[in-house]
């Protein structure tokens, strides 16, 4: 589900500094649509672990076990998820002050 698509460019171009974050729950659903229902619940527990993390590095280790663990079987789930990438960490840099 794509909306507001004009949104982040609009403000991309007015306040080019401003930082996005995915929404974990919304690109957990959308990764888990391209996945056979009965091997979702796998897949879910470690994308949580993604956006649930207390550290950045505990994130990235999750997000690259997710990549390991499905990126040639799953490779639609994989790109759904790679192609945010940037967005799913912003929410790190918060905790240890602005960056």
Not at 26 to 48: E, S, V
Not at 74 to 86: F, I, N, S
Request: with cysteine.
């Amino acid at each position: 589900m794509q909306c507001n698509l004009g949104f982040w460019p609009a403000l991309r171009e007015e306040y080019p500094s401003t930082l996005a974050q995915r929404c974990g729950v919304n690109k957990t659903a959308n990764i888990l649509d391209k996945r056979p229902k009965i091997l979702q619940p796998d897949a879910k527990g470690l994308l949580q672990q993604v956006y649930l993390s207390a550290t950045k590095s505990a994130a990235l280790q999750a997000y690259d076990q997710f990549i390991n663990r499905y990126d040639a079987k799953y490779p639609a789930a994989w790109e759904c998820l790679v192609k945010d990438q940037e967005g799913l960490f912003t929410f790190y840099e918060f905790l240890d002050g602005p960056p």
